[in-house]
C-alpha cells in the first residue's frame, strides 16, 4: 500500500457553544488539516507516472474548501456544525473531498502544535473507494 499526505494550513476562528470553559468563547487557531491518501498501485504512463495521486491535483480539489470554509472563516459560520471541534472539522473535510471523488483514507486536524484529532472512516484500507476525481 503507498500512501502520501498532503498538509493544509489555515488561519480559522471558532467556538465550541456547549464546553465548559474558555473555548465556548469565539477564538482561533493556526490550524492545519492532513489529509491521507493511499492506494495499492501507481499510476502507469501518463503526466502521473509514478505517482499514487499528484499532489497538485490533491491541493487543487481542496482549494474550494479552503478559500469558501476553512482558511480565515468562523467554522461555526461557514461549517454549519452545531460544534466545530478538531474531531467533526476532520469528518466535514473527509466528507467535502468524498463530493469531489477524492476518497481519503483519513484527515488529521490540528488545531494546536499538541492537539490533534484523526477521522479514519474505513478500517479495513480495500475497503477505501478506488474511484478519485483523477480517474474519472
Given at each position: 500500500?503507498?500512501?502520501?499526505?498532503?498538509?493544509?494550513?489555515?488561519?480559522?476562528?471558532?467556538?465550541?457553544?456547549?464546553?465548559?470553559g474558555?473555548?465556548?468563547?469565539?477564538?482561533?487557531?493556526?490550524?492545519?488539516?492532513?489529509?491521507?491518501?493511499?492506494g495499492?498501485?501507481?499510476?502507469?504512463?501518463?503526466?502521473?507516472?509514478?505517482?499514487?495521486?499528484?499532489?497538485?491535483?490533491?491541493?487543487?480539489?481542496?482549494?474550494?474548501?479552503?478559500?469558501?470554509?476553512?482558511?480565515?472563516?468562523?467554522?461555526?459560520?461557514t461549517?454549519?456544525?452545531?460544534?466545530?471541534?478538531?474531531?467533526?472539522?476532520?469528518?466535514?473535510?473527509?466528507?467535502?473531498?468524498?463530493?469531489?471523488?477524492?476518497?481519503?483514507?483519513?484527515?488529521?486536524?490540528?488545531?494546536?502544535?499538541?492537539?490533534?484529532?484523526?477521522?479514519?472512516?474505513?478500517?479495513?484500507?480495500?475497503?477505501?473507494?478506488?474511484?478519485?476525481?483523477?480517474?474519472?
Open positions: 500500500m503507498f500512501r502520501i499526505e498532503k498538509d493544509l494550513p489555515f488561519e480559522a476562528a471558532h467556538r465550541l457553544p456547549h464546553h465548559d474558555k473555548c465556548a468563547r469565539l477564538h482561533g487557531h493556526s490550524w492545519k488539516a492532513t489529509m491521507i491518501y493511499t495499492p498501485h501507481l499510476h502507469d504512463g501518463g503526466p502521473q507516472d509514478g505517482m499514487l495521486y499528484d499532489f497538485g491535483r490533491l491541493k487543487e480539489a481542496a482549494r474550494d474548501l479552503l478559500d469558501n470554509y476553512l482558511d480565515h472563516h468562523d467554522l461555526n459560520a461549517t454549519l456544525l452545531p460544534s466545530p471541534t478538531s474531531e467533526a472539522l476532520a469528518k466535514f473535510i473527509w466528507e467535502y473531498m468524498a463530493t469531489k471523488r477524492v476518497f481519503l483514507a483519513a484527515v488529521v486536524v490540528q488545531e494546536t502544535c499538541t492537539a490533534r484529532a484523526r477521522y479514519e472512516p474505513f478500517s479495513d484500507p480495500a475497503s477505501i473507494p478506488t474511484k478519485a476525481s483523477h480517474d474519472a
